[in-house]
Nanobody, 115 residues
């Protein structure tokens, strides 16, 4: 299983970014996907999740209405559209899936929200 995130960067408050995660090594359309984030000195937290056929999504209260998770099962990718970004969204963002009883993580992509 391999998960590779991309799309992070530096953005001003109120700006937008879209993160992408390219997945391989498993049957992508059979598994839910998640985005987590970890800010310096804080625990990793679940940001958003999406079921295998994209029938259901869920979000942390802190990002509801601002972030949108989506997936393209034909391309084995999952995305996180982030709007109205705030300084407190600054973190390393990780893609995650649970497969065969194990939890798999990407290497993470840094998002920094600062003026």
């Amino acid at each position: 299983v391999q998960l590779v995130e991309s799309g992070g960067g530096l953005v001003q408050p109120g700006g937008s970014l879209t993160l992408s995660c390219a997945a391989s090594g498993f049957t992508f359309n059979r598994y839910a996907m998640r985005w987590y984030r970890q800010a310096p000195g804080k625990e990793r937290e679940l940001v958003a999740s999406i079921t295998n056929l994209a029938g259901s999504t869920d979000y942390a209260d802190s990002v509801k209405g601002r972030f949108t998770i989506s997936r393209d099962n034909a391309k084995n990718t999952v995305h996180l559209q982030m709007n109205s970004l705030k300084p407190e969204d600054t973190a390393v963002y990780y893609c995650n899936t649970r497969y065969g009883g194990y939890s798999f993580w990407g290497q993470g992509t840094q998002v920094t929200v600062s003026s």
